[in-house]
Every structure is written in structure tokens, then in C-alpha cells.
């Protein structure tokens, strides 16, 4: 199959197997971003620590010292694109997918790269998902764009790639299959899916030849609870919510409060708030691992595990509100591992012959992962994933089901990541309309059968109009006035007097979606564009009119 018919079979938005192996490809672009990513951390980090994420047998000096030279590393190399190509992380894909798309600008993703890789060597209190995910788009991006592919595929790649960078950062296909149509997309299709779908497990497949096949709470034991929890399980889903409204509140506070304040000072105080918390409890350093690390072999330390718990908080909040480029996923397993660490003091009371503080861990992270992100089918298929146990389930129903509630009914709280974009000036939502015509290449729609003329001399257009069928449209061309849409009156062909109009045609390339013809003609509700060859802006490949888009928006909404 050439590439020309490539791009028309992908206009159309249908499961087809071109799709599907480029949603391979993307996936596998994305896996191997990821992988460099993690193998750069995990080499540099072996230099200087016993075991990866692991701070707590570095000398204090070096624990306070580490952060504020990452972060003036960070500062200096985003200071070299004069910081407007720092918009980072997860919100700015859901963004740039909206939008744009999902094309995503390559001196942001280099800085992703980069500070991203400074962040979580050094031990800030970031996750790794939020370079992954913003690496991963940017990925499948490159591949649509080098391929001209339509913009309508290449929003689905975007996803492919979201999709693919999470899957190969913690080896949760299915979970991040949900995350990409729950959280990033915030919809679902079966020819957006099926794609996903296999991009996800070309991830998870990838980072599973390379780092193998543990998955990150395998460390964590899980056990079945009895009927007589499940109260307590209701009240705990409660705490939570609260705890996800309350670190939502603070983290946007931070953003807020230190919006007025230039990029390089915020970042240098992010290393010193970090290198400070880390002085006092270097437990709290690192993506969260560590704590949970600490949280498993010590679950009866209570003043401990409380200690570590307020120090991380503090961290991922002034890491991440004060701009450090990192993921807030991976901070908030660990913050929710010690929250049902410490809920499972009490519920021990209920269950005193077996041991629940590795369930009500796991539980702790399922409830603040679906409050804070509103994510609640993510967080319940990241859970059965990363624990491989089916006695998870119903009790992480439970809690998710819960803290979703309380957090969204009770204390009106929302995603995180929209209100970062609320906040940043970023439209991320799209109407109803232009969402449907997002999904269709201009190439499915456009009328081919036109009539080109080089000439706007009257007597050369009747002579054309004469030969050719009265349905075909007619586009004049002169350097003066460009490429323009001839219309005239049948009955008046043959006579004199026949007046000829003249509409004026802006171009789109043939990666455009009817969304982008809409843009153009919907102020006038009338008029046309013409389609040109992406590579000869010359060559015209066809039109559109304004009737063919109110005709698809009205009868084809089954489709679309």
C-alpha cells in the first residue's frame, strides 16, 4: 500500500489494520524513549547508591547538596531555551492532544527529558509517568508527522504513545490503556481502543525484556479480608478523599502562590526545601519506592511511618508546585502505601490472626490514586495489576468507590491535572461538534471530481461551465486573487449576461480533519475550502464545502 493510500484509509474512523501496526509502532518509538529514560537514572543513581531510590545512606551533606545542584542543572539547561519551552508533564499532553492534536514541540520534550532524568536521580519527590507519558506522545508524534499522516490518526497515535510510556514505566498494560481513555482522552472509541490496546502491551512488552517482569508492589503481601472490614473499609475510603481534596488544595496553593516568581529562583528553593526535608528524613527522598520499602518491613512503626508521611508530603508538594519537572503519580502510591499503612494499625484490631498492613497499603494508594487524579478505573486496574491478586478487588472497589465520592460530592474536588490547566491558561475542553469532526480526515470527505481552470476570463469559463457536467464545481485560479470557487447560474450559460461569483477558498493540507474546515467557515456558515497535497501546495486534491460539514453534523452523529 503506498503512503497516499495509507492517508486515506486512516481519514476514516475505523479499526483497520494500518492503524493498529502504527499503534505498534508508536508504542515501541515510546517504550524505547522510556527505557533510556529509566537506564539513565538507573546507571547514574548506581553510581553513588547502594539500591536505586534508596537516599538514606548518603551522608547528610550530600543529601542537602544533591537536590540544590540538580535543581540549578535544571534551571541552567531550561534556561538555555530562555524557559518557554517548559510546559511539561501530563497536563500538557492532555492539552497538546486537544488541541493540537498531540504534536508535541520537541525543545519541551528535551527539556522533559532531561530535567525530568536530574529530578528523580537526585531524589525529588517526583514520579517517572509524568517524563514517560509526555516522552511516549512525543514519540508517537514524530511518527505521524514524518509519515504526513492525518491529524485524526495522529491524536489516536498520541494516545498510543501516552498509553505505551506508562505501560513501559511500571509494566501495567490494562491499567494504562484505562488512564489514556479515562484521564488523557476521556473517551472511548473501538477503533481509538483496539490501537491503544496494543500499543500498551508493545510497552509493557519492551520494558519486560529489559528490566524484566517484577512489578513494583510485588513486595507487598496481600491478604484476604473478612466481611467485618468492610466498614472500616467505608470510613477509610472517607479519610481519603479528604486527604486527596486537602493535597490537591495545597499543591494548586503552592502553584499559585508562587506563579509571580521567575522559573530559576522557584526551582533553586525547590532544591533547597528538598535538600532540607531530605537532611531530616531522607526516607522521604526518592519517587516513593523507598517509602514504600519502609512502610512493608516496619508497617508497627507508627511515629516512623507518620514522620515519613508528613516529610513526603511537604516534598512532592513544593517539588512539583514549585515547577521541578516530574510525574505526581509516583509520589501519590507512595503517600497512599503509607496512609493504609497507618489505617492498618486500627484494622488490626478486627483481624488480629493475620497480618492486613500490605492490603490496607494497597488500598491507601487505590483511593488516593482514583480521588486525587479522578481516576477510579485506573487506580482499581492498577491495583489488581501491580499486585497480581483477585482478593484486591472487591475491597479496592470499596475504597475507590469511597474516597471518589467524598473527594467529588463532599468537598467538590477535581483533577489535578485540569486544574493545573485551568490554571495555566490552557483550553484542554472541545465542543461537542468539533470533537466528532476531530475524528474525521478532510481526505474521507472531500469532493474530488472538480474542475480546475487557470483563467478568470468570462468567456473561457462559459465555454468550460458548457463542457462539463452542471453538479461539477469549478475552481478558478489567478495570481491576483488565488484559487477561488466559480458559481453561477445554470439557465444562464449560454447567454451574455450570465453573472459569474466568485468565492474566495483558504487551503488545507490533507493532514486536516473536518474539524479545521469547520474553524474556517462556521463565522460565515457558507463558503469552501480546497485540499492541497501536503508536499506540492500547489497540487489541489479536492473541496469541501460548508454543506458537507452541516450535512455530516446533522445525519452522521451515529457515525462520528
Request: hydrophobic fraction near 50%.
Amino acid at each position: 500500500m503506498s503512503l497516499d493510500n495509507l492517508r486515506r484509509r486512516l481519514a476514516k474512523p475505523k479499526t483497520s489494520i494500518q492503524l493498529c501496526l502504527l499503534g505498534i509502532g508508536a508504542g515501541l518509538i515510546a517504550a524505547i524513549l522510556i527505557i533510556l529514560f529509566r537506564l539513565t537514572i538507573m546507571l547514574v543513581q548506581g553510581m553513588f547508591l547502594d539500591s536505586p531510590d534508596d537516599f538514606t545512606t548518603l551522608p547528610e551533606h550530600q543529601r542537602v547538596l544533591l537536590p540544590v545542584g540538580a535543581a540549578l542543572l535544571i534551571a541552567l539547561f531550561a534556561s538555555l531555551t530562555g524557559f518557554k519551552h517548559y510546559r511539561l508533564g501530563i497536563p500538557f499532553v492532555i492539552y497538546r492532544i486537544k488541541q493540537h492534536y498531540g504534536q508535541m514541540p520537541i525543545w519541551n520534550s528535551v527539556n522533559q527529558f532531561f530535567g525530568g532524568a536530574v529530578a528523580l536521580i537526585s531524589g525529588f519527590s517526583v514520579g517517572r509517568e509524568g517524563p514517560s507519558v509526555h516522552m511516549g506522545a512525543t514519540g508517537a508524534s514524530i511518527l505521524a508527522e514524518r509519515l504526513h499522516l492525518p491529524m485524526n490518526a495522529a491524536r489516536t497515535l498520541a494516545g498510543c504513545g501516552v498509553a505505551a510510556g506508562i505501560a513501559a514505566s511500571f509494566n501495567t498494560p490494562l491499567a494504562a490503556v484505562i488512564f489514556v481513555m479515562e484521564v488523557v482522552l476521556r473517551e472511548y472509541k473501538i477503533h481509538i481502543f483496539v490501537p491503544i490496546m496494543l500499543a500498551a502491551v508493545t510497552g509493557a512488552l519492551a520494558t519486560q525484556y529489559v528490566f524484566g517482569h517484577d512489578l513494583e508492589l510485588s513486595l507487598i503481601s496481600v491478604s484476604a479480608l473478612s466481611f467485618w472490614h468492610y466498614p472500616f473499609l467505608i470510613l477509610c475510603g472517607f479519610v481519603l478523599g479528604a486527604i486527596a481534596f486537602a493535597f490537591n488544595q495545597n499543591l494548586m496553593m503552592i502553584i499559585k502562590t508562587f506563579k509571580p516568581i521567575s522559573m530559576f529562583p522557584r526551582l533553586m528553593l525547590a532544591g533547597l526545601l528538598a535538600g532540607l526535608i531530605g537532611y531530616l528524613v531522607p526516607e522521604a527522598m526518592g519517587s516513593g519506592m523507598s517509602a514504600i520499602k519502609i512502610a512493608v518491613e516496619t508497617p508497627g512503626e507508627l511515629q516512623l511511618l507518620t514522620t515519613i508521611l508528613i516529610a513526603k508530603l511537604l516534598a512532592t508538594i513544593f517539588a512539583i508546585g514549585l515547577g521541578i519537572p516530574g510525574g505526581i503519580i509516583g509520589p501519590v502510591i507512595g503517600l497512599g502505601v503509607l496512609i493504609g499503612t497507618l489505617m492498618a494499625y486500627f484494622a488490626q484490631f478486627i483481624s488480629p490472626e493475620i497480618s492486613v498492613a500490605g492490603t490496607y497499603g494497597v488500598l491507601g494508594m487505590a483511593g488516593l490514586l482514583a480521588a486525587t487524579l479522578h481516576a477510579p478505573l485506573a487506580a482499581l486496574t492498577a491495583v489488581m495489576e501491580l499486585t497480581s491478586s483477585p482478593q484486591i478487588v472487591v475491597p479496592a472497589m470499596i475504597v475507590i468507590s469511597c474516597a471518589y465520592v467524598t473527594a467529588l460530592q463532599v468537598f467538590g474536588n477535581r483533577s489535578i491535572f485540569l486544574q493545573q490547566l485551568d490554571f495555566q491558561g490552557l483550553p484542554y475542553q472541545v465542543s461537542p461538534a468539533k470533537e466528532a469532526l476531530q475524528k474525521v480526515g478532510i481526505m474521507e470527505e472531500m469532493d474530488e471530481g472538480f474542475k480546475l481552470l487557470y483563467s478568470d476570463d468570462k468567456e473561457q469559463i462559459r465555454a468550460t461551465l458548457s463542457a462539463i457536467d452542471s453538479q461539477t464545481p469549478l475552481i478558478v485560479y489567478d495570481e491576483e486573487h488565488g484559487y477561488r470557487l466559480a458559481e453561477y447560474d445554470l439557465s444562464l450559460i449560454s447567454e451574455q449576461s450570465m453573472t459569474i461569483t466568485y468565492i474566495e477558498l483558504q487551503g488545507l493540507s490533507t493532514q486536516a480533519t473536518l474539524a479545521d474546515a469547520f474553524d474556517i467557515l462556521k463565522d460565515k456558515r457558507s463558503g469552501a475550502v480546497y485540499v492541497y497535497n501536503q508536499k506540492n501546495n500547489e497540487q489541489i486534491m479536492g473541496l469541501l464545502r460548508w454543506d458537507q460539514i452541516r450535512h455530516i453534523l446533522t445525519m452522521r452523529n451515529s457515525l462520528l
